[in-house]
Nanobody
């Protein structure tokens, strides 16, 4: 049974940083690409970043603009998302999920398996 569990969310001041982690069990991240997504109530869920460990490809949404970095730790079966220069606009529920990446990371769409999410709140 594949399970994803997020951690690392919380309250951070504007301009601050957080690192979110997605612990995967039931499948190796070497064989299952993982993506990070976020959603604000009343708005559509959006892709942040995805990673395919085996093919060494990543995808970032255009609005990330170098503020966020995705990484993996195959030994621990964890995919992390480092968030920098956070603003109030980044306040959302952040979730990780299995994902499909296009050729050379051109695009990313969510797969079947989802974590429960972790809330990020940015205070001014």
């Amino acid at each position: 049974q594949v399970q994803l569990v997020e951690s690392g969310g919380g309250v951070v001041q504007s301009g601050g940083s957080l690192t979110l982690s997605c612990q995967v069990s039931g499948m190796s991240v070497d064989f299952m690409p993982i993506g990070w997504f976020r959603q604000v109530p009343g708005k559509e869920r959006e892709v942040i970043s995805c990673i395919n460990t085996r093919e060494k490809t990543t995808h970032y949404a255009h609005w990330v603009v170098g503020r966020f970095t995705i990484s993996d730790d195959s030994a621990k079966n964890v995919v992390s998302l480092n968030l920098n220069r956070l603003s109030s606009e980044d306040r959302a529920m952040y979730s990780c999920a299995s994902a499909f990446l296009g050729l050379y990371g051109s695009r990313c769409i969510a797969g079947t398996y989802w974590g429960q999410g972790t809330q990020v709140t940015v205070s001014s």
